[in-house]
C-alpha cells in the first residue's frame, strides 16, 4: 500500500494548539516563570501525543474508506460486465 501525506483539519487545530502551547512556554521561559514554563511545555507535548494518535486513527480509516471504495467499484462493474454477458446471449 502506497504511503501518501494526508492532512486532517482535526490534527492541524491540534497541531496549532500544541505550537501556541509551546509558544506560551517560551515566553515564560524567557520571565524565568519555570512552573508556568513546565506546564506549557507539558501541555504542548500531550497535545502532540493526542494529536499523533488522532492522525493514526483517521490515517487508518482513510485508507479503508478507499478500499471500500474500490471494492464497490469493481462490484459495480462485475455487475455491468454479467449484464452486458447476459443481454448478448439473447
Not at 500500500?1 to 490534527?11: C, W
Not at 492522525?55 to 474508506?65: A, I, R, S
Amino acid at each position: 500500500m502506497s504511503e501518501e501525506n494526508v492532512e486532517f483539519a482535526e490534527t492541524s487545530f491540534l497541531r496549532l494548539t500544541s505550537l501556541l502551547s509551546l509558544g506560551g512556554a517560551n515566553l515564560y521561559l524567557i520571565h524565568d516563570n519555570w512552573l508556568m514554563f513546565s506546564l506549557f511545555l507539558f501541555a504542548s507535548i500531550v497535545f502532540e501525543v493526542i494529536r499523533r494518535q488522532l492522525y493514526e486513527v483517521l490515517h487508518h480509516n482513510h485508507h479503508v474508506h478507499i478500499q471500500n471504495k474500490k471494492m464497490y467499484d469493481k462490484k459495480m462493474q462485475e455487475e455491468a460486465l454479467a449484464e452486458l454477458r447476459r443481454q448478448s446471449t439473447r
